[in-house]
């Protein structure tokens, strides 16, 4: 069974820095293409960063360029976001993703809440 199981998230001051999580089960982690996205209510969910299977390239939204830090632990299984510099328009679901672009397939998180207080 595949499994992506988000954890990290909470209540911050703008400012502050939270890390999350993301561990996987249930399919090869270091052949997919990784994720973290984010939603709020009423709006699609938007991509925040990636990294890839192999070497590591990471690409980031303009909105968290700078502040966030994607990372993955092949041996572990886990994805990992650094989110520093908290603003409140950070505030939402953020959500764990696996991609095989190859064989079309997409895994989801069922998501962890990040909140940001002014």
């Known amino acids: 069974e595949v499994q992506l199981v988000e954890s990290g998230g909470g209540l911050v001051q703008a400012g502050g820095s939270l890390r999350l999580s993301c561990a996987a089960a249930?399919?090869?982690?270091?052949?997919?293409?990784m994720g973290w996205y984010r939603q709020t209510p009423g709006t699609e969910r938007e991509l925040v960063a990636t990294?890839?299977?192999?070497?590591?390239?990471?690409d980031y939204a303009e909105s968290v360029q700078g502040r966030f830090t994607i990372s993955r632990d092949n041996d572990q299984n886990t994805l990992y976001l650094q989110m520093n510099s908290l603003k409140p328009e950070d505030t939402a679901v953020y959500y764990c993703s696996a991609i095989h672009f190859v064989l079309g397939r997409t895994y989801w998180g069922q998501g962890t809440q990040v909140t940001v207080s002014s």
């Open positions: 990294i890839s299977s192999l070497c590591g390239s990471t």
């Open positions: 249930g399919f090869t982690f270091s052949n997919y293409v």
